[in-house]
């Protein structure tokens, strides 16, 4: 099983960008039938998956209350996903975890994703 950690951790203001990345270790992001996704989850709330993209297709998800303001991302050299998120609300503070899963489709539920990483804090406060 892969090892996943993620780095970016910020407190930045509303409208603000801020880029997160999840490094991988013990295995190829573009392993065949790997699955990869940025999941968060706020205090006193349920996991929310945000964004999910194929290691070896183009397949790509994200969820209403992010689409067009985040984008999920490879770089297959580095071996990283990377989560870029603009035009940040209050609204989006949360720790934020990168999690894969190995499966035939991409998958758009959180609760699929058996590998996660541990987590990073993002606060988005004026």
């Known amino acids: 099983q892969v090892q996943l950690q993620e780095s970016g951790p910020g407190l930045v203001k509303p409208s603000q960008t801020l880029s997160l990345t999840c490094t991988v270790s013990?295995?190829?992001?573009?392993?065949?039938?790997?699955?990869w996704s940025w999941i968060r989850q706020a205090p006193g709330k349920e996991r929310e998956g945000v964004a999910f993209?194929?290691?070896?297709?183009?397949?790509?998800y994200y969820t209403d209350s992010v689409k067009d303001r985040f984008t999920i991302s490879r770089d297959n050299a580095k071996n990283t996903v990377s989560l870029q998120m603009n035009n940040l609300k209050p609204e989006d503070t949360a720790v934020y975890y990168c999690a894969a899963v190995f499966k035939g489709v991409l998958l758009i539920d959180a609760g699929d994703y058996d590998n996660w990483g541990q987590g990073t804090q993002v606060t988005v406060s004026p």
């Open positions: 993209k194929g290691g070896f297709d183009n397949s790509e």
């Open positions: 013990g295995g190829s992001i573009t392993t065949h039938n790997y699955y």
